[in-house]
């Protein structure tokens, strides 16, 4: 037996090995992977016709069977080359089976017809003439169109990462060069077995090829996701638009002498717009956090501040509920940390609007307190309910987004099953960790703990002003511009400003704002940044061109997410209203600017 006889055997079970291994370990049926198994059976049929030559012989029958299998090998490689370069959307390849089908049916007749002789050549045999010719002119044509599909799709390949088949062919045309200056060389079916087996170890093994179809699902789905989170951002930045006038309107036709039946729809208006306007917040916050944008941005604040806020909302949600509101806030805990506040405060508002919202009767107890070591404080916020509870088998569920439980029994309270959902990534995001203990029937208790970093020296933080402002209040003699594309965002803010008696003026573009302000001066300027051309941020870049600009300009934005303050603020603003405009918020602002000379005159009024 010599060398390359004995190569032929230990290939023949080389590759029956290959085959029991590729078919006992799970795999994909894509098309590449239908034609991979094609050409094994190929291969091994082309190793098992071989391999009974060292027995029986050569003939002219046997030869003719090798040369058309080694044909349906180079036919299915190109067909496969096609396939996996194709970076079309459409992958229908039965068109391309059948005329790959074709081009083999008619190149086999034609092999099997023309002649074929043998040579006896320093003891091995080889067969050559037209016949053989003929594979030989097919290989390099099948190695020409390879290229050629490969190159036209290259961006495909190298995602892919089908870099292999380009060094398969480089050696496949070398083979074929030598084999034509010496047929006595036999190299065809090694050349097969070696690609065949390749291909298996670089590209085609079932364990690669699923590892790389779940990536490409991960990635597919990774961007439906981002996409979707994007539209629903869009998509409540857009709701906020209708819903400031909703909000603006139905708030200053509130403050109104209007007839007590309208005041109550009017009530009605409100009621439901906060309703939608809480579940257009919660939408985005999912979709930034979906999208991992949501951002936590940490400042110095008062702790005293962000639970004394708590337990005035927290108030006005109980209202005339029969509930007793207990609060124990540890006195030993620092007065002043660093850490996201406002994302603080809507993971525990969130807790205790829900202990409102699900106990009809009894109580709801908010606790405080915090375990210290260097400058970390651990606060450990807990609020306890004695309302209808949670059965244990929903506990799992609960954080999961809009679900909802015991829909029969809560049919008549307002909820969207977003807010615990968005508390947890929220306390994720701040490296805290949340308990749930609930007794179904008889109450529940949410426990967070969060770090913050202890400040002992305080910089940046204003100090609230004790007093509280009344709804509106005399602004009159204050000129206020402003700004927005919209004319119903402008009729909204028009309308809640005339209540403050101030002179107000619009203009509905940022260079119409920069045009008025050539030849008119006023003391406060609303910008929406939103604008088609001329985006606020922009136009106040322009404005400041102006060296004696001084005008303090506030952001107007549907943006409501933290860390906008600082953005806009960080660009020239002076401060931020997010729109539905809260009156509070809007009286807070006009109060600041208000001329020194009126707020001198009114002091001295009252004294
Ligand atoms: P929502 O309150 O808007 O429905 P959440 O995500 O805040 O959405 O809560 C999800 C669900 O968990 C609620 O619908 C309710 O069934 C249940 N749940 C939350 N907090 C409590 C609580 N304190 N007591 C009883 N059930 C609660």
């Not at 509930?323 to 406002?342: C, K, N, V, W």
């Amino acid at each position: 037996m010599n060398g390359s006889m004995f190569f032929t055997i230990c290939s023949f079970f080389y590759c029956v090995l290959l085959m029991v291994i590729y078919f006992s370990k799970q795999r994909l049926q894509l098309f590449e992977n239908k034609i991979y198994v094609m050409m094994m059976l190929t291969n091994f049929l082309v190793l098992a016709i071989e391999t009974s030559t060292i027995f029986l012989g050569n003939n002219a029958l046997i030869i003719k069977i090798f040369l058309l299998l080694l044909l349906l090998w180079i036919i299915e490689l190109t067909l496969y080359v096609y396939v996996i370069s194709n970076s079309k959307e459409d992958k229908k390849y039965n068109r391309s089976l059948k005329i790959a089908g074709l081009i083999y049916i008619l190149i086999a007749i034609l092999v099997i017809c023309l002649p074929l002789e043998f040579e006896n050549k320093t003891g091995s045999q080889y067969a050559y003439g037209a016949s053989v010719s003929t594979i030989f002119i097919v290989s390099g044509l099948c190695i020409c169109c390879c290229l050629f599909f490969l190159f036209r799709d290259f961006k495909n390949i190298k995602n892919k990462k089908y870099y292999p088949v380009y060094v398969f062919l480089g050696i496949g045309a070398l083979a074929l060069v030598v084999q034509a200056i010496n047929p006595s060389l036999l190299l065809a079916s090694s050349l097969e077995t070696f690609v065949t087996f390749f291909m298996y170890f670089t590209i085609e093994n079932p364990d690669l090829k699923m590892i790389e179809q779940l990536n490409i699902a991960r990635d597919q789905a990774e961007k439906a996701n981002q996409a979707k989170s994007e539209f629903l951002s869009n998509m409540s930045h857009e709701i906020r638009t209708p819903l400031n006038a909703i909000v603006g309107f139905s708030q200053a036709l509130a403050e109104e002498e209007i007839p007590d039946s309208a005041k109550e729809e009017v009530r009605d208006i409100m009621m439901a717009s906060e309703n939608l306007l809480e579940l257009v917040n919660g939408i985005l916050d999912i979709s930034k956090i979906e999208a991992n944008k949501l951002e936590i941005v940490n400042t110095e604040y008062k702790v005293q501040d962000v639970f004394d806020d708590l337990i005035v909302l927290t108030k006005a949600r109980i209202g005339e509920k029969p509930l007793e509101f207990r609060t124990s806030i540890d006195p030993s805990i620092p007065p002043y940390l660093y850490g996201d506040y406002m994302r603080l405060k809507q993971i525990v508002l969130n807790f205790l609007t829900n202990s409102v919202k699900y106990t009809k009767e009894g109580y709801v107890e908010l606790k405080v307190s915090s375990v210290k070591k260097d400058d970390i404080c651990r606060l450990i916020i807990s609020v306890e309910d004695s309302g209808i509870g949670i059965a244990k088998d929903k506990i799992d569920k609960l954080f999961t987004k809009f679900e909802r439980f015991d829909l029969d029994k809560n049919i008549t309270i307002e909820g969207t099953g977003l807010g615990l959902a968005i508390t947890k990534r929220l306390v994720e995001l701040m490296g805290g960790k949340i308990v749930v203990q609930s007794v179904y029937g008889k109450g529940s208790k949410f426990t967070v703990a969060i770090d913050q970093r202890i400040i002992l020296n305080p910089t940046k933080i204003e100090e609230k002003k004790e007093q509280e402002l009344p709804q509106t209040f005399d602004a009159s003699g204050m000129k206020i511009l402003i700004v927005d594309d919209n004319q119903i965002n402008l009729k909204v803010a028009s309308r809640l400003l005339k209540d403050y008696k101030a002179d107000i003026t619009t203009a509905s573009s940022g260079m119409e704002c920069v045009e008025l302000l050539k030849t008119k001066q006023f003391d406060l300027i609303f910008m929406d940044d939103m604008m088609p051309r001329m985006s606020g941020v922009e136009t106040l870049e322009q404005l400041k061109k102006d060296s004696d600009f001084s005008t303090p300009v506030i952001a107007l934005t549907a943006n409501a997410i933290s860390g906008m303050r600082e953005k806009y603020i960080q660009s020239g603003f002076q401060d931020y209203l997010s729109k539905p405009i809260d009156r509070k918020e809007l009286s807070r602002v006009i109060a600041k600017y208000r001329k020194e000379e009126q707020k001198q005159e009114e002091e001295m009024e009252t004294l």
